[in-house]
Nanobody, 115 residues
Framework: QVQLVESGGGFVQAGESLRLSCVVF????????MNWYRQPPGQQRELVAS???????WYPDSVKGRFTISRDEAKNTVFLQMSSLKPEDTAVYVC?????????WGRGTQVTVSS
């Protein structure tokens, strides 16, 4: 059974950085993509970083140049490096892994950015 466990969230000031981690417990075959989503309070979930199995990345304009998604295969971990954080980045950040048959989701980690 596959489990995704996020960590690294917290309370920071605007302009600071955080690195989120998503540890994958279990085996995922035919891996296709890994993603980070976020859900701000009272808003819909949005995709903020994506990386395919071939290393192609995508970011929305709202985080481009500030967020970086990466993967450590040896540690079965996906990272989201976030810099120059803004109050509007405040959200629950959720890790998602896709293989050829289904999606796997973590429970999320809270990031709060104060001005």
């Amino acid at each position: 059974q596959v489990q995704l466990v996020e960590s690294g969230g917290g309370f920071v000031q605007a302009g600071e950085s955080l690195r989120l981690s998503c540890v994958v417990f279990g085996s995922i075959s035919n891996f296709e993509a890994m993603n980070w989503y976020r859900q701000p309070p009272g808003q819909q979930r949005e995709l903020v970083a994506s990386r395919t199995g071939t290393g192609i990345t995508w970011y929305p304009d709202s985080v481009k140049g500030r967020f970086t998604i990466s993967r450590d295969e040896a540690k079965n971990t996906v990272f989201l490096q976030m810099s120059s954080l803004k109050p509007e980045d405040t959200a629950v950040y959720v890790c998602n892994i896709q293989d050829d048959t289904r999606d796997y989701w973590g429970r999320g980690t809270q990031v709060t950015v104060s001005s």
